[in-house]
């Protein structure tokens, strides 16, 4: 099955339906050729509306971080965009909920098998930092971020980028002297 063939399929998914508050919208970007993939969360209400991956506030501080514009964070053959949950999970009570846990086992081997030039993975947020990380997350999502180059060169771990953790990254400050320099580094390496 070919890359457009898999896409295709995922975007008539229903596998979630009883569970999707706003019903399934697969959300994902991809190409045989991407060189760098971005596992995030799920999309949210905004990203749900226009069908565009990180097209929001997190998206923006997202490709900040990464040092790139729009034209390069939206071309598939340099960056694919795949969520742990592919679908807007609806509302929680302090956000959105979790991303759908049925997503990734069944779409990302797939999805990842497909993609031979790989030579990046960004894990953002706890959810994908657990999931492929596994018994080698540290304790919370400080200490494995802290410790980012353990993960390296595979994957770089990441906090969300959402406005909800500017907080975070205010009692963090090593963060942006330390981390965001080595990921645009490393991001500016790959895509030249």
Request: charged share 25%; glycine share 6%; proline share 9%.
């Amino acid at each position: 099955m070919s890359v457009k063939e898999l896409i295709k399929e995922i975007s008539i998914c229903t596998i979630c339906v009883p569970h999707l508050e706003l019903g399934p919208r697969p959300i994902v970007s991809v190409a045989a050729e991407s060189r760098i993939i971005i596992i995030g969360q799920a999309p949210g209400t905004v990203v749900h509306k226009s069908g565009i991956p990180w097209d929001d506030k997190s998206g923006d501080n997202l490709r900040n971080w990464m040092g790139i514009d729009k034209e390069t964070f939206y071309n598939p053959k340099k960056i694919a965009l795949i969520p742990m949950g592919f679908c807007y999970p609806g509302k929680g009570k302090s956000g959105d909920l979790p991303p759908r846990k049925e997503c990734a086992p069944l779409w990302h081997p797939t999805l990842l098998s497909k993609m031979k030039e790989v030579k990046l993975v960004l894990l953002v947020g706890k959810y994908a930092q657990d999931y492929y990380l596994k018994q080698q997350a540290k304790k919370n999502l400080t200490e494995t971020v802290i410790n980012y180059s353990q993960y390296l060169p595979k994957y770089f771990v990441l906090p969300h980028p959402s406005p909800r953790n500017n907080i975070w990254q205010a009692k963090n400050s090593w963060f942006k002297k330390e981390v965001i320099p080595d990921l645009q580094k490393t991001v500016n390496e790959i895509l030249k």
